[in-house]
């Protein structure tokens, strides 16, 4: 039988998991599919760390690993967001979702298509309204974040991080070298300029502001030079690094707002 709430969400990071968060409270059953091994810095707002755990949790929101169709409907049954490694969705897409939203934030399609489900959305740019998809959600920090685009694309990718606190690129910590990454503190941490926070192969990580450690990541996982590897908040407010964020939330009620006119039978915005 067909379940006109399911939502498969492709991606389990920070931002894919504000959507899931959304769109389960307002009563969506949730499937959201990841790689075997994800690499997700804020993991304590990311369902992603349940392919490393079995579970985890996300402001009260459970999230279990499935294996199969059968495990994820065990999983809506329990009020919880299931989670499947399944990197090209071809599993989570059998079962036929109303809605599909690419939440990789790969900065490129990487093969969602404007029939995998009657709406299809994707965040940020990659994707073009209409042709690919039928909304792109802007992720760009400032006026329009959140935005939903019925036509054409996002703002194109920067590569220079959105500021927070004033503080842009200086913010995000990066690997020195390739190797393994070793974590040395903990999320949530007060850090000051200059500190060590982890290692890569023994080469230190350290960081180039001050405020709270809002993400960092897993001990044990391959990286490449310049790859992200930590969050300093500069606005140094704790309690932050353990909720969803204003950006994901943003994002998240752009999500919303697409399902509602793709799904509930609302009218499309005339073109301008």
Partial sequence: MLDERLVVVKGAGDL???VACRLHRVGFHVLMTEVA???????????????HDGCCEVEGIEGLVVDDAAGA?????????????????????????????????????????LGDARAVVALGPGFRAGVDV????????????????????????????????????????????????TASREIGDRVEPGDRVGDVDGEPVFTSIGGVLR????????????????????????????TVSDKALAVAGGVLEAAGVLLGGFRLPAAE
């Fill in 16 to 18: 894919a998991t504000g």
């Fill in 37 to 51: 091994r994800p690499t997700v810095i804020r993991r304590t707002v990311a369902f992603a760390e349940a392919v």
């Fill in 73 to 113: 409907q065990l999983v809506f049954n329990r009020g919880a967001v299931a989670v499947l490694v399944d990197p090209e969705a071809r599993t989570a897409l059998e079962m036929r979702p109303s809605l599909v939203v690419d939440a990789i934030i790969a900065k490129r399609n990487l093969g969602t298509r």
């Fill in 134 to 181: 039928h909304a792109v959600v802007e992720t760009m920090r400032g006026h329009d974040l959140g935005r939903v685009l019925w036509q054409g694309e996002a703002a194109p990718n920067t590569g220079i991080p959105g500021e927070i606190g004033g503080h842009g690129a200086e913010r995000v910590l990066r690997a020195p070298l390739a190797g393994t990454f």
């Fill in 215 to 242: 993400g960092i990541l897993r001990s044990g996982l391959p990286v490449t030079p310049g790859f992200k590897v930590g969050d300093v908040d500069p606005r140094a407010t704790r309690e932050h690094c353990f």
